[in-house]
């Protein structure tokens, strides 16, 4: 159940975060974008305080598990054309719980998706493939971690929650 939520968590995010759009065609970036371009890394699962919620726990503790093995999980290129890079290593996850303990190997695969981008303020603006489109809202902080508040991905479940991701 807990690799459930984790995976669902991860491929949320991963969706959400995967695609954009860029309408403008000028080749000149206006400095709020510009603060998105760049490789983007999920490195941590930030959790309130006051909640306490087992399955956002145990997210958090893979992810750094995982870290702590040098494994991008998720991982975005934002590119100043308007385009999008994902690698998304989540749906190849093996979570082993054993006598050992936490056991989770960096996947060997991973799902990749190009799409576009853009951001007006703090809301970015994803078109997938599929031309589906998508505006969450983000925090970008120091000019090095990306935050996806978890009321953007999922109101009912990761309310009090934030992925993490760090500029590389």
């Known amino acids: 159940m807990k690799k459930n939520i ?16 860029n309408t403008d065609d000028n080749d000149e970036m206006d400095g709020e974008t510009s603060e998105l371009v760049g490789t983007w890394v999920l490195t941590d699962l930030r959790t309130d305080d006051t909640v306490n919620n087992d399955d956002l726990n145990f997210a958090k503790q893979i992810i750094a598990f995982l870290q702590g093995t040098n494994c991008n999980l998720v991982t975005f290129t934002f590119n100043g054309d308007g385009t999008l890079a994902s690698d998304n290593k989540v749906n190849f996850l093996s979570i082993n719980l054993g006598a050992g303990g ?18 007006d303020g703090d809301q970015l603006t994803i078109v997938n493939g599929d031309m589906e489109e998508e ?17 953007n991905i999922d109101e009912n479940n990761y309310a009090g929650a934030d992925a993490v991701f760090t500029r590389q």
């Open 102 to 119: 936490l056991d989770v190997p960096c996947p060997t695969e991973s799902d990749m998706e190009s799409s576009t981008w853009s951001l």
């Open 135 to 151: 505006t969450i809202t983000i925090i970008i902080e120091n000019n090095t971690t990306l935050i996806i508040p978890g009321e």
């Open 6 to 21: 984790l995976l669902l968590f991860l491929a949320t995010v991963f969706i959400y975060s995967c695609s954009t759009d």
